[in-house]
């Protein structure tokens, strides 16, 4: 994927307006273990063994930190930190205490101080509550911890099948207007956002190899949890590799859709350095921060846009073709829109869209190819597309003539004289010297 020159991203957000609302919806969610994240500091290092997988690896709160431009840098707005009690095993399945903050993860203190840097970046927190063993004692601690502290957001894990009262009171108490509350579990509790393994399974299928059906991606609502695996599933680059197929184009095509489909986008930890694995033991990976970057740099891109888009985070979806690997959709508010094209196949692809679907006398800015389409004489718009690549088009006013393209020129041809002018006047000094 090419990278969107910064110009271009600069003067495409002076053209969409700042959404007016504060939701789930508008969030993307990078969904991590503290003990697998970043090791700041040994001070709180009890048991670690980093060559045991069933270890505590020793990640703690400094090192989500320390780190935490990584995820920023993405454009993730929410961080969701796993369970954080006192636990007897690393990923916080086994709580001892559901008053007391793990040890091995750091104070309270460091706790707070990752809360305030994460909220003075406008990002927020989230940590996992697990319910499933939980007496109404447990649930009342947990209600009192998460109400001690300035914490957006809960995900709760562990469910049980069969939802007592106290676990519905519980719910109801501490899902407030200000704290999110939601699951990576399929439940009949009414949450902000709704998980379901049929949407992770479509990505699944969807992306690991090319010419695959995507009906299964073109029927979700903005409440819709999406993501290509979670911290209990198989890795989406598992799928991938069983397939031969290479995992960072995969990966990037899967996130284009996950971005920009309805629905909670969420990415677990390691899905930017195609972390692999098809169990806990293999996929609870310590992370390794010599990242891919063309991963990276085309999630953060694509964020960008996403961050400053009430079209691409709660607009109206209008689906306009799909057939199998190729999935193009309109994503849209009465101030803007966006015309998006996954092609997830072997070749080249063309779509025709009509005036009906962009207006009259339009043009349409490709972000990633930097091309500009404007309507032809039978009144289309024609948007070609190489295979297994995603591009977001934004739907504008036709301007006549591609004006960030000719400021980028202009400056480009500036920065090249004055290098010449600088390479001459140091010659015109150096044979000065030299008589």
């Not at 007496?135 to 209600?143: K, W």
């Not at 699951?183 to 695959?212: G, H, I, P, R, W």
């Not at 806990?280 to 964020?303: A, G």
């Not at 209008?318 to 508010?333: A, I, M, N």
């Amino acid at each position: 994927m090419k990278r969107i020159p910064l110009l271009v991203v600069a003067v495409l957000l002076l053209s969409i307006p700042t959404p007016a609302f504060a939701s789930l919806q508008q969030e993307s969610i990078y969904d991590l273990l503290v003990d697998r994240y970043f090791n700041q500091t040994s001070n709180n290092d009890i048991d670690v063994n980093t060559q045991d997988p069933q270890a505590f690896a020793g990640g703690d709160f400094l090192g989500i930190r320390d780190r935490l431009a990584h995820i920023q840098d993405m454009g993730f707005t929410y961080i969701s930190i796993g369970p954080i009690f006192e636990t007897e095993k690393y990923d916080g399945s086994e709580i001892s205490s559901y008053s007391s903050i793990e040890s091995r993860y750091g104070t309270e203190e460091e706790f707070v101080d990752l809360l305030d840097e994460l909220h003075a970046k406008d990002m927020k927190l989230m940590i996992d509550l697990p319910i499933g063993d939980a007496t109404p004692e447990n649930l009342q601690e947990m209600q009192a911890f998460v109400e001690r502290f300035p914490i957006d957001g809960v995900k709760l894990t562990n469910i049980p099948a069969t939802i007592t009262p106290e676990v519905e009171q519980f719910v109801a108490a501490i899902n407030t207007d200000e704290r999110d509350v939601i699951s990576l579990e399929e439940t009949d509790l009414e949450l902000d956002a709704n998980y379901s393994s049929d949407t992770t399974t479509a990505f699944q299928q969807a992306f690991k190899t090319v010419d695959q059906p995507m009906s299964g991606l073109i029927n979700f609502t903005e409440s819709d949890i999406l993501t290509l695996d979670t911290l209990v599933t198989e890795r989406f680059t598992y799928f991938s590799t069983e397939e031969n197929m290479f995992p960072p184009t995969r990966i990037m095509v899967a996130m284009g859709s996950l971005l920009t489909l309805p629905g909670v986008p969420v990415m677990t930890y390691g899905t930017e350095i195609a972390m692999n694995g098809d169990s806990q033991e293999s996929s609870h990976q310590i992370m390794n921060f010599r990242v891919d970057e063309d991963i990276m740099l085309f999630i953060e891109d694509l964020q960008t846009i996403r961050n400053q888009s009430e079209a691409l985070q709660r607009g109206d979806f209008e689906l306009l073709q799909e057939e199998d690997g190729y999935l193009v959709f309109k994503r849209s508010t009465e101030n803007e829109a966006f015309i998006v094209v996954i092609n997830n196949t072997s070749g080249t692809k063309t779509f025709a869209a009509s005036e009906e679907i962009v207006g009259v006398d339009k043009e349409l800015r490709g972000l990633f190819g930097r091309d500009v389409v404007r309507q032809a004489d039978n009144g289309e718009y024609r948007l070609t597309i190489d295979r297994e690549l995603v591009e977001l088009y934004h739907v504008k006013e036709n301007s006549g003539l591609n004006t960030a393209y000719i400021i980028a020129m202009a400056i480009a041809y500036a920065l090249f004289l004055g290098f010449i002018y600088l390479v001459w006047r140091k010659g015109k000094q150096k044979r000065a010297q030299q008589n």
